[in-house]
């Protein structure tokens, strides 16, 4: 861990070989959020290019840490390097209309039935709603998993860097992109994660919270990764669907 004296120095000066030292330093933290992110990623998108999106990410950090604000790099860079690299997705427009279209359908259906039943639906209700057998319900997921790793990375507001999934992580440290909402939507998403069924409620805490691969929330779940990747997606939709029923209320977050 380089100390403050040398980040002083480096904003003072923008030297090119303290930059160079910095990102050096700190390149593997762009491995391990590329590592995590690719487990939930089509096969087609090349682990190369998640990586240099990923460095793009670290140059940006490096350049607009403030040591001053006593929050540690890599809590902060993790979210600059994850965060330009789903921006590269999003500009590429890599999801099909048509998965685009399955994923808004399943939403809906986690949406309405959870409304109406109070609670958390199950597979067997889900698959009824949408007219299709428990085994294309998990084809459904496992074809959606993909764009759930982006679903809570939409921005708060539009204009605004902060998302929901930040709201999610480092519970404990200052956030330098607060917004003026920041503590409902703490309260809502916190409300929102504790009525998850268990297993989903593990997953989305090992990952936004412990920052666990998807491979190594399997092993500690004693599951397969396929497994732990339908349960992301479920729960993910059922946040979704939890935070649009605070529409009417909050109006100004939602699209």
Do not use: C
């Not at 809906?108 to 039935?113: D, I, K, P, S, V």
């Not at 503590?183 to 809502?188: P, S, Y």
């Amino acid at each position: 861990m380089l100390n403050k004296k040398i980040w002083k120095e480096y904003r003072k000066t923008k030297s090119p070989e303290l930059q160079e030292k910095l990102v050096l330093e700190y390149l593997t933290l762009v491995q391990k959020v590329v590592l995590k992110m690719a487990s939930f990623l089509p096969p087609h998108i090349s682990r190369d290019d998640l990586y240099g999106y990923g460095i793009l990410g670290l140059l940006e950090a490096v350049e607009r840490y403030d040591v001053d604000l006593g929050i540690p790099f890599p809590a902060y860079a993790q979210k600059r390097i994850k965060g330009a690299i789903i921006d590269a997705l999003r500009k590429e427009d890599w999801v099909p209309t048509s998965l685009r279209k399955k994923a808004k359908i399943v939403e809906e259906a986690y949406f309405t039935l959870e409304s109406e039943l109070g609670r958390s639906a199950t597979d067997e209700e889900i698959a009824g709603y949408l007219h299709i057998s428990l085994p294309e319900l998990g084809e459904w997921l496992k074809e959606i998993q993909f764009i759930s790793i982006i679903s809570l990375e939409e921005p708060l507001t539009e204009g605004e860097t902060s998302s929901y999934a930040e709201q999610l992580t480092d519970k404990n440290s200052p956030n330098p992109e607060t917004v003026s909402e920041e503590k409902e939507i703490k309260e809502i998403l916190a409300r929102a994660v504790g009525e998850l069924p268990e297993k989903e409620r593990t997953v989305i805490s090992l990952f936004y919270y412990n920052y666990l691969s998807n491979k190594e929330i399997a092993q500690v779940m004693n599951l397969s990764d396929s497994r732990i990747s339908q349960l992301h997606t479920k729960a993910i939709f059922r946040l979704r669907g939890k935070l649009s029923r605070q529409k009417k209320d909050f109006s100004g977050w939602f699209k």
